[in-house]
């Protein structure tokens, strides 16, 4: 069956860095694209960053210059290095899968909380 699986969240002071993986299975890795989404207590989901299958990285303006989403397909996991975080990064970080409409998949989500 499909997983997504996050990890690397966690607890981290304001200017510090984390690195979070998404363990990909059950459908073709390489054929889809990526992304990194965010939920805050009390907002929307909203999206962070998202890789094509060509390996094409873009990242949203609140992030830009300090986020970074890689792929590696041999290992099927999608990345996302997080530097220079601010407590406005605290949230829900889900990891996206999707190739069309009929073909997208979630993972469960890793919490990251930047606090001093």
């Known amino acids: 069956q499909v997983q997504l699986v996050e990890s690397g969240g966690g607890l981290v002071q304001p200017g510090g860095s984390l690195r979070l993986s998404c363990a990909a299975s059950?459908?073709?890795?390489?054929?889809?694209?990526m992304s990194w989404y965010r939920q805050a207590p009390g907002k929307e989901r909203e999206l962070v960053a998202v890789i094509t299958s060509g390996f094409r990285g873009t990242t949203a303006d609140s992030v830009k210059g300090r986020f970074t989403i890689s792929r590696d397909n041999a290992k099927n996991t999608v990345y996302l290095q997080m530097n220079n975080l601010k407590p406005d990064d605290t949230a829900v970080y889900y990891c996206?899968?999707?190739?069309?409409?009929?073909?997208?998949?979630w993972g469960q989500g890793t919490q990251v909380t930047v606090s001093s």
């Open positions: 059950g459908f073709t890795f390489s054929a889809y694209a």
């Open positions: 996206n899968a999707v190739r069309d409409t009929l073909n997208m998949y």
